[in-house]
């Protein structure tokens, strides 16, 4: 399918960011934005890239009244030799699918849905920041736009991407974060919708990140909804613990998002021999490790942030300083070699770099 495309007109471009220290994360979108349309019986068409502009949706669009909305996050970098790379977006296209199917939305065409990223970031390839750490962050989306107020799968989609410079998320180093384990709220539970990345997650874990955050923490760590016992993640992040030799993440039970961070981080630490084991790890056991001495390490691992090392673990009033409140050497390792690989500076040994453009 050729993907039509209608570069911005000069009164439609905006200034470019001057200063990349200054680059935050959310605020700042190109000129241009990928988008196609979907109806039952005629399937993906009209793909299409098109100055930045609002979107056309009745108020009735479905999306907007039942939550079937997807979303997707992944990065743009700028390699050593000039080249910009994108880091596993098939998997992150296969995710989005799976999220698709979980709450009945349509399934996308991975070869077109790359086609038109690749597109779309080569048209705004100016938009791709220079500075070390800094990247381009990519939002595929789908919202269901059937006009209709009954309850039941919508007949029509939208599927758009939109990108934006984004800076280097450690400004000041890699600070550890504290971490709130909340024992009230949940955010999802198996044979939910927590696997999938979908709108109504973030919905259900607003409050509870609002009043941790009130309560100066950075992050919440949920726990499974049936017993508040069992970790699951935290916002945005997969999280691994370091008990003795044995790093430990939760299981892909349903109720966490499989993210790619956390898929790269075990492959890297079964291939460096260090045993990881994805099983159910008691918030009790975390705890009694912090007092005992054995718990080594903890770090939340995501695209925004890569490895996220947590300095201190907050249970029902206690805190627990982990790693001195220093990073670990195990958070640190595989931070600077996935760094490395994203950026071109290491080798590529699982071949997850995806260049967008010849040498
Ligand atoms: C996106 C996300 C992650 C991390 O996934 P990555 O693919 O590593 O970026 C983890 N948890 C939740 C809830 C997420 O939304």
Known sequence: MDIHVQPAGPDQRKPKPTDESQLGFG???????????????????????????????????????YGQEIFEGLKAYRLADGRISLFRPESNIARMNRSAARICMAQ??????????????????????????TSLYIRPTMIANEPHLGVRPSRSYVFYIIIGPVGAYYKE???????????????????????AKTAGNYAASLLAAEKAKEKGFTQVLWLDAVERRYVEEVGTMNMFFVINDEVITAP???????GITRDSVI??????????????????????????????EAFG????????PVGQITYKG????????????????????IVGIQYGQKDDPYGWRYPLTEA
Not at 44 to 58: E, F, G, I, S, T
Not at 252 to 258: K, V
Not at 318 to 337: I, P, Q, W
């Open 27 to 65: 605020d700042l979108l190109t000129d241009h934005m990928f988008i196609m349309d979907f109806d039952e019986g005629r399937g993906w068409h009209n793909p299409r890239v098109v100055p930045y502009q609002a979107l056309k949706m009745d108020p009735a669009a479905m999306g907007l009244h």
């Open 108 to 133: 996308l065409d991975v070869p077109l849905v790359l086609e038109g990223m690749k597109q779309l970031i080569l048209l705004d390839r100016e938009w791709v920041p220079r500075s070390p750490g």
């Open 173 to 195: 180093g890699l600070n550890p974060v504290k971490i709130y384990v909340e024992d009230v709220y949940i955010r999802a539970a198996v044979g939910g919708i927590g696997e």
């Open 252 to 258: 892909l039970n349903g109720s966490i998002l499989p």
């Open 267 to 296: 492959t890297i630490l079964r291939d460096w021999g260090v045993k990881v084991s994805e099983r159910s790890l008691a918030i009790d056991e975390v705890t009694a490790a912090a007092e005992s001495g054995s718990l080594k």
């Open 301 to 308: 691992a995501g695209t925004a942030a890569v490895i996220s």
């Open 318 to 337: 206690t805190d627990y300083v982990v790693a001195g409140g220093k990073m670990g050497d195990l958070s640190r390792r595989l931070y600077d070699e």
